[in-house]
């Protein structure tokens, strides 16, 4: 899939599932499950977290960021999203993204590098696109400019 595609992808389920919440919890694993469990989100977390190192239009962002906690604290984030067992322990998307003027293009960037990096580990499209629906709301506490 090239990145046009991809990125059309990713603003598709974005604008169309936006609306939801990102905290909600069904009580239902089926997609941690889906994900390869905490070991499979840990994998393509890291994965993600080089592919943002490596991306122009967003890693200045990430400079002096501490990689392991991000590793470490997305693991746990997508891992509750998804139904897993984690608990996230990190500040709130607001607080941690406040002052660092986040567009909706580096928002954009970031979805889709966390593409591209699950793609990379087989994660099936129907999973990556129910893990997007999850992060997607996320984007009114982040993007500031």
């Not at 070991?39 to 990430?62: H, M, Y």
């Not at 997508?78 to 986040?102: I, N, W």
């Not at 591209?116 to 009114?140: D, F, G, T, W, Y």
Request: charged letters at 20%; hydrophobic letters at 40%; glycine letters at 6%.
């Amino acid at each position: 899939m090239n990145i046009f595609s991809r990125l059309c992808k990713t603003l598709v389920v974005l604008i169309f599932l936006g609306a939801g919440s990102a905290h909600a919890q069904t009580g239902n694993d089926a997609l941690y499950q889906s994900l390869g469990g905490k070991t499979g989100i840990s994998t393509f977390v890291n994965s993600f977290v080089a592919i943002v190192l490596e991306d122009a239009r967003i890693n200045k962002a990430f400079k002096d960021t501490d990689t392991e906690r991000l590793a470490s604290l997305l693991t746990e984030q997508f891992c509750e999203l998804s139904g897993g067992p984690c608990k996230y322990s990190g500040r709130s998307m607001t607080e941690a993204h406040h002052d660092m003027q986040v567009t909706n293009a580096h928002f954009n960037a970031l979805a889709e590098d966390l593409q591209v990096a699950m793609e990379k580990h087989e994660v099936p499209s129907s999973v990556q696109n129910k893990l997007i629906a999850k992060l997607a709301p996320m984007q009114r506490s982040i993007v500031s400019k």
